[in-house]
């Protein structure tokens, strides 16, 4: 009689000892479905976050090639010094160049560049037609915006720009 009632408790020991390991496994399963739900979702907000950057960039290169335009038109180094100054005071500009056509730096936020030739990344910029954003690095963006004056392009534009990512 004793025999039977040992029998039943194993039983019932292994069927609880099963049911610890499946609740164990499921709780380590849907875990691991958590924090790859949570990955791809930050990397979903961090590209939109890039994408919104990159748009928000080409925008604001519009006027931004507008105005120093008309200033070039006028041989008005000062008035650029002015806006290109002013652009980088705000939080994430780095840095602003200007590159004539004959890829000398004409302006740039960086005095010690002034006068001196582009180096041969930046003169490779000169032959954009259009406003483009590059992404150089982890976090940072290249604005190259050419400058077209009536006949010809007068120069092209290179800001860099540092943009968070979403972490």
């Known amino acids: 009689m004793e025999n039977t009632k040992k029998t039943k408790i194993d039983y019932r020991l292994i069927i609880i000892g099963i049911l610890l390991l499946v609740g164990v496994i499921f709780y380590f399963y849907k875990d691991y479905q958590f924090k790859s739900f949570k990955q791809s979702l930050v990397q979903k907000a961090d590209e939109m976050i890039v994408s919104e950057n990159i748009k928000t960039l080409k925008l604001m290169a519009k006027p931004l090639v507008w105005a120093i335009r008309g ?13 290109t100054t002013d652009l980088v005071k705000q939080k994430n500009i780095q840095d602003v160049n200007l590159i004539n056509m004959d890829g000398r730096i004409i302006n740039s936020t960086n005095k ?7 180096s041969g990344i930046y003169r490779n910029y000169l032959v954009l037609d259009t406003a483009q954003v590059l992404i150089t ?21 290179v800001m860099n720009y540092k943009f968070s990512r979403f972490k």
């Open 71 to 83: 200033e070039m038109l006028r041989n008005n180094l000062d008035e650029i010094d002015i806006i």
């Open 137 to 157: 690095s982890d976090s940072i963006a290249r604005v190259i915006a050419p400058v077209m004056g009536y006949q010809s392009k007068l120069g092209v534009i």
């Open 112 to 118: 010690k560049l002034e006068g001196s030739m582009a």
